[in-house]
């Protein structure tokens, strides 16, 4: 896909610049290097194949030519967005969500933000923000769709299992129109984050509700329990065994649901 036929294809939305790279290494690490040079709010950076593409928890992402979706967003939060900017990872799962949704496939977030086709993961979304002298410089949210079968890894190298989208449509998908219908939703919900009707959106795709579950966070504490849902403020709701709620921050967590 040509830069120019991209920015067609985009036209109506806010992204007032797109850079389109066949093979690059990671579209988050262009996107951080033309945030710095000052890229604008909307900025967007695609590639049809990354080399060295990034995952969560420094795992390693693989696109293969042709097979996914990878693009980063450039985002320039205002002060008053800036209270919210732990929910730009949700945002986008929400947005790939519902424009996965809006396919008529079930689709569902793993909190806070895997999407989740028949219960196995079809997108997984890496946002890193950019800060200098103390001020907040912007944000890369990265947006990876598995789209083709050759978009899966196998199996003994991923931690969660993993599907693509055309495997659950069963027909070919055009990526250039589920890249619009993403950022599309992304830029709509974009204005509602952190509203009530926003954490009720989310919350209306959360996987597991009512299902047991173990979350592990980053100093490997685990805690089970069955999931109730999210809070006003964006943190999971967990009932555990001695019936009390407990509530987790997003942040460096891992939600399995157990015996899945
Ligand atoms: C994860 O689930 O671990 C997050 C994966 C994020 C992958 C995307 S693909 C586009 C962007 N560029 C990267 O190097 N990573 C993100």
Redesign the pocket.
Known sequence: MQTDQLRQILADLPVPAVRAFDTIG????EALAWAEAGAEDGSLVVADQ?T??????G?S?V?NPGAAL???LILRPPVAEQENLGLFSPLAGLAVCLALQALNLPAEIKWPN?VLLARR?TC???AESAWQAGQLHGVVV???INVTPASVPPSDQVQFPATCVEAQLDKPLDRWELLHAVLESFFEWRNRLGSVEFIQAWEESLAFIGEPVTLKNSGGQSFSGILQGINAQGNLRLRLADGMEKLVSVGDVHLRPDGG
Not at 52 to 57: K, T
Request: aromatic fraction near 8%.
């Open positions: 990671s579209t988050n690490d990354q060295m593409g990034r995952g969560r928890l795992r992402w696109t990878a693009f980063s895997d993961k997984g979304i890496l990265g947006i990876g």
